[in-house]
């Protein structure tokens, strides 16, 4: 009797299980999720892909427990149970097995209703292969900035903040304080956090009372900014991007321009700085190109009444900027109102379009918007939007710098306040940065970026993301951090993933730049193959079987002709050119035939889609070869010439990445039908023995002699 269960890679199909409840598959709330009880009465193959739950439930098995414990791998497999993946300890194989058997005995599942031989393919997300960083992180260490650290940061115990600040940068110090972390072994992550202040303290002594903040005095010079002129002004900041900032002070408004070297995290919109330097003019705007800038403090700041620029005024603006760039004489900023503007985003590039404008062109472009500010244009709708018009820029009538969308100005990064003995309020927020310890000394990861609480604020959440938040806020997250990336770039985001009730922290994604966006990929799904074999007494459990199952249905016009074909050519290719000469594959000369779609050497048809062993056809075809021998010899001849010279040749061309299993052997499987006057169906196999070699083990048509 021959066993076939067929996983069909190259022409069959798998099937398809479908993923909706009903009432009568109850038993799914416990078991496998998505699961319809099919009606199967013979062996098939089906699939299932492994949720979260699932693997978390198979991890707290008593039975993979104690592998895990004979092992030594309970850390490991404890860590699996809460990550929700397999890694590269704790694998399918090893695990899954007595997952699949507590489902064997549970009527009305469908691993209950499959049949001896029958096959799963089983699907779950592991991070076994993905890049150090992806587990690593996740599974490192975690390091708090301590209140003695800070201490030593400021050089005191009674006059410090617990906090870095401008005048001391935490990557001045974060790998001297990692020096405290015992028994890491090289290639070990770490995750810091730490707060970060946005102005440096004045201390103030040891008194209980601070001394009161100076009061700032705002300046009234930025009206008389010219191009080339020196210029200081005391000013609120009133708008952020990503090249600078816009300062304001009584007398009007100017951008601050620092271009790629701006520090974006550093400013804030309320902040009140001292900025000295040139006046400049780029797109008709005037700008400070700045040689001194100090933070003094902090503020409150109310817009003025904006101007509506929607329409014809805006068309009027546009012409009046052209004519300030063509001059080069430049005007300040001016704050206004679009009603109705519609963004859209190409790559780095946000466009928007104004009702009432000529709308054959692009009609403005929005300046360096930072990401706070890109979440909330609801890309392809329109919203009202305030800010500042700044210039122009290529084609667009002119670029807008947008403070405000629908009302609601941006999130911003969360204060907290912290302890402090300076002689000013200080606040801070929570930053983290990942560390790599190399053997000797700890590095800072520039690879790797972490959300912070002024991130997830942005993405309008508290602090975690969920899959689809992942999916969709991410990737705009790296074009704020990577704007100018090639392709090919990869980075690493540290964040906390929630999964369900569950809260994975330092979850690591991978960011790729495929040269037009980026691809987000957190863990990969891997894929492996077991098989309900029987122990006896009625019973059976599965095992891990990695064989590639192969079904080359037969008939005229079947989808493994192209299979087939590929058997004659290489007969063609390999003894008819070389012994008989032949100079095409429809000569008929040697063992093709003249239809060259099937051959006798190893009964090979592209036509019938099968194997003929047909003695009197192979006799008539190739006289000067079989013409002599005995039906019994020429079926053997071709069997021979099948089993051991052609199959394992075109295996080879269809499959040269074929490795040999990994501790198990690895077989490819192939079904397949004989005609010998009546179809036959049989089943060959063969050991992968090294790269794409594939040697012959047995074929059921030999069973039957």
Not at 54 to 62: E, G, L, V, W
Not at 270 to 291: D, E, F, M, N
Not at 363 to 381: K, V
Request: one cysteine or more; aromatic letters at 12%.
């Amino acid at each position: 009797m021959k066993h076939i269960a067929f996983k069909s890679l190259m022409f069959g199909t798998v099937l398809a299980v479908s993923l909706s409840a009903c009432d009568e598959n109850s038993w799914n709330d416990e078991y496998l999720e998505g699961f319809e009880t099919p009606t199967i009465t013979k062996k098939e193959t089906v699939a299932y892909t492994m949720t979260v739950k699932d693997i978390q439930r198979m991890a707290n098995m008593p039975a993979n427990k104690k592998i895990a414990a004979d092992s030594g791998l309970t850390a490991q497999l404890e860590a699996v149970a809460v990550n929700g993946y397999f890694t590269e300890k704790i694998t399918p194989e090893l695990f899954a097995p007595a997952w699949l058997d507590s489902l064997s005995g549970v009527k009305g599942s469908i691993i209950y209703w499959l049949s001896e031989k029958s096959t799963l393919q089983l699907s779950f997300p592991t991070s076994d292969a993905l890049p150090s960083q992806m587990s690593g992180i996740q599974n490192g260490l975690k390091y708090t900035v301590t209140e003695a650290d800070y201490q030593s940061v400021w050089e005191s115990d009674k006059d410090f903040v617990e906090a870095f600040a401008p005048s001391k940068p935490a990557s001045k110090y974060l790998a001297d304080f990692l020096q405290n972390v015992e028994d890491c072994d090289s290639g070990t992550y770490v995750v810091v956090t730490y707060n970060q202040a946005v102005q440096d303290p004045v201390f103030g002594g040891n008194s209980q009372t601070p001394d009161p903040e100076p009061e700032f005095e705002m300046s009234s010079t930025i009206s008389s900014l010219a191009v080339g002129s020196s210029i200081e002004a005391s000013g609120i900041v009133t708008a952020i991007c990503k090249q600078g900032y816009i300062l304001t002070d009584l007398s009007g408004s100017t951008l601050v321009y620092y271009g790629s070297s701006f520090d974006i995290d550093s400013y804030a919109v309320g902040q009140q700085r001292t900025v000295s330097g040139k006046g400049g003019c780029y797109g008709g705007c005037l700008q400070i190109a700045p040689s001194g800038d100090e933070l003094a403090g902090s503020q409150e700041y109310t817009y003025p009444a904006p101007i509506d620029i929607t329409g014809e005024v805006f068309e009027q603006f546009s012409a009046e900027r052209q004519a300030l760039k063509a001059d080069n004489n430049g005007a300040a900023p001016v704050y206004g109102e679009i009603k109705g503007a519609t963004f859209t985003q190409s790559g780095n590039y946000i466009n928007f379009s104004v009702p009432g404008a000529d709308e054959s062109k692009a009609q403005g472009s929005g300046y360096q918007l930072p990401q706070n500010i890109t979440n909330m244009l609801n890309f392809g709708n329109p919203v009202n939007v305030r800010g500042y018009v700044i210039g122009c820029s290529g084609k667009a009538y002119v670029t807008f710098l947008v403070t405000e969308v629908n009302g609601q100005k941006p999130a911003s990064a969360p204060a907290m306040r912290i302890p402090s003995r300076a002689g000013v309020a200080i606040t801070s927020t929570t930053e983290n940065a990942v560390y790599q310890y190399d053997g000797s000394e700890w590095l800072a990861c520039k690879d790797i970026f972490v959300l912070s609480s002024a991130d997830y604020a942005q993405m309008g959440v508290t602090s975690n993301l969920t899959a689809t938040q992942a999916a969709t806020y991410l990737p705009i997250y790296m074009t704020t951090k990577a704007p100018y990336a090639q392709e090919g770039a990869i980075y690493y985001i540290v964040y906390n993933f929630k999964d369900g009730d569950n809260t994975i922290r330092n979850f690591t994604s991978r960011a790729t730049y495929t040269g037009t966006e980026w691809s987000v990929t957190t863990i990969n799904t891997g894929m492996m193959q077991f098989v309900r074999k029987g122990i006896g007494n009625g019973w059976s459990n599965w095992v891990y079987d990695p064989s590639v199952y192969i079904d080359l249905p037969s008939g005229k016009g079947a989808t493994s002709a192209t299979f087939w074909q590929a058997c004659v050519d290489w007969v063609y290719e390999h003894i008819d050119v070389p012994e008989f000469g032949a100079e095409s594959i429809t000569s008929g000369v040697g063992y093709v035939t003249s239809y060259g779609n099937n051959d006798y050497f190893c009964g090979a048809s592209a036509y019938q889609c099968n194997v003929d062993l047909r003695a009197s056809a192979a006799r008539k075809q190739v006289p000067s070869v079989y013409g002599t021998m005995s039906d019994d010899d020429i079926v053997a001849k071709v069997k021979s010439n099948f089993e051991n010279i052609v199959m394992p040749a075109v295996l080879a061309e269809q499959y040269p990445d074929a490795q040999p299993g990994n501790g198990v052997d690895l077989y490819y499987v192939i079904s397949f039908v004989m005609y010998n006057g009546s179809s036959h169906d049989e089943v060959i196999r063969y050991l992968v023995t090294a790269p794409g070699t594939f040697e012959f083990v047995d074929c059921t048509w030999n069973e039957e002699e």
